[in-house]
C-alpha cells in the first residue's frame, strides 16, 4: 500500500498563494506519474494538474493553467502545486494522486491507483 501525504493547505485571501506538498514512498515515487485533484464541497471530485514520471511533461485543467504550478522533486519523494492567484472557486480540499499505468499524465481519477488524505484550501473573497 502506497501512502501518500499531503501538506500546505489553509486559508488564504483571494489574489494571494499557497504550495501544497505531496510526499510518497521512495521506493516507487520515481517511476510513475502524479496528479492533483479537488473537491469542492457537495461536488465531484476534479482533476486539476499531471505531470510524468519524470517532470518533464505537466498537463493542467484550463481553469488553473498560468496560475497553478505542478512539479516534482524525485530526490525528495515530492510533488508541489504552486497555486497563485487564487480565487474562491478554487477552495476545496485537495488530493494528490498516484497513477498506476503508463499515461504520462493522466486526467481521469481512474487512471491513479494511490492517494492521499487531502488538505483543505479556503480561498475568501
Known amino acids: 500500500q502506497v501512502q501518500l501525504v499531503e501538506s500546505g493547505g489553509g486559508l488564504v485571501q483571494a489574489g494571494g498563494s499557497l504550495r501544497l506538498s505531496c510526499t510518497g514512498p521512495?521506493?516507487?515515487?520515481?517511476?510513475?506519474?502524479m496528479g492533483w485533484f479537488r473537491q469542492a464541497p457537495g461536488k465531484e471530485r476534479t482533476f486539476v494538474a499531471a505531470i510524468n514520471w519524470s517532470g518533464g511533461s505537466t498537463y493542467y485543467t484550463h481553469s488553473v493553467e498560468g496560475r497553478f504550478t505542478i512539479s516534482r522533486d524525485n530526490a525528495k519523494n515530492t510533488v508541489y502545486l504552486q497555486m497563485n492567484s487564487l480565487k474562491p472557486e478554487d477552495t476545496a480540499v485537495y488530493y494528490c494522486?498516484?497513477?498506476?499505468?503508463?499515461?504520462?499524465?493522466?486526467?481521469?481519477?481512474?487512471?491513479?491507483?494511490?492517494w492521499g488524505q487531502g488538505t483543505q484550501v479556503t480561498v475568501s473573497s
Open positions: 494522486a498516484q497513477a498506476g499505468g503508463t499515461i504520462a499524465t493522466p486526467v481521469m481519477a481512474y487512471e491513479y491507483d494511490y
Open positions: 521512495g521506493r516507487t515515487f520515481s517511476s510513475y506519474a
